[in-house]
């Protein structure tokens, strides 16, 4: 079993690497994704996996049986489950405005989000930069 869900963890962090890399916007969101995944799997592992009795303590028990699984493992993934889930669809959101404003998914092709003339073509326009706020100029 402890085998199994560590071949499966080394292929999704695999699959999240190769995903990653791809200049691909919606292919780099999954591979974060997966990247998320298997981190979670990874944290469940540690709190023991397998046929155990549940992490509950028993009516006047001080502690937890023998054998029984942690539940922090348990409620760290469910919280990073939740956390995840919101941060991807974040990310979703922000990929299809880049697609809207950009025509494109492609990082390589997207020419206006990094421009390679910026001496040319400033940040803040020069107008905007050297004018005073209204209640600045009635004072001088």
């Given at each position: 079993?402890?085998?199994?869900?560590?071949?499966?963890?080394?292929?999704?962090?695999?699959?999240?690497?190769?995903?990653?890399?791809?200049r691909d916007l919606p292919r780099a969101l999954l591979g974060f994704v997966l990247?998320?995944?298997?981190?979670?799997?990874?944290?469940?592992?540690?709190?023991?996996?397998?046929?155990?009795?549940?992490?509950?303590?028993?009516?006047?028990?001080?502690?937890?049986?023998?054998?029984?699984?942690?539940?922090?493992?348990?409620?760290?993934?469910?919280?990073?489950?939740?956390?995840?889930?919101?941060?991807?669809?974040?990310?979703?959101?922000?990929?299809?405005?880049?697609?809207?404003?950009?025509?494109?998914?492609?990082?390589?092709?997207?020419?206006?989000?990094?421009?390679?003339?910026?001496?040319?073509?400033?940040?803040?326009p020069e107008s905007a930069a050297t004018r005073r706020p209204a209640a600045r100029?009635?004072?001088?």
């Amino acid at each position: 079993m402890e085998a199994a869900l560590a071949l499966t963890i080394g292929l999704l962090v695999a699959a999240a690497a190769y995903l990653l890399l791809a200049r691909d916007l919606p292919r780099a969101l999954l591979g974060f994704v997966l990247l998320g995944t298997s981190a979670n799997l990874a944290i469940f592992a540690s709190g023991r996996i397998g046929g155990m009795t549940p992490p509950l303590v028993e009516p006047g028990a001080a502690a937890l049986v023998a054998g029984a699984a942690n539940p922090l493992p348990q409620a760290l993934v469910l919280t990073a489950i939740v956390i995840g889930f919101g941060l991807a669809a974040f990310a979703l959101v922000l990929v299809m405005r880049a697609h809207v404003a950009f025509g494109t998914v492609a990082a390589e092709e997207m020419e206006e989000a990094e421009r390679p003339d910026f001496a040319q073509h400033p940040a803040v326009p020069e107008s905007a930069a050297t004018r005073r706020p209204a209640a600045r100029q009635e004072a001088a």
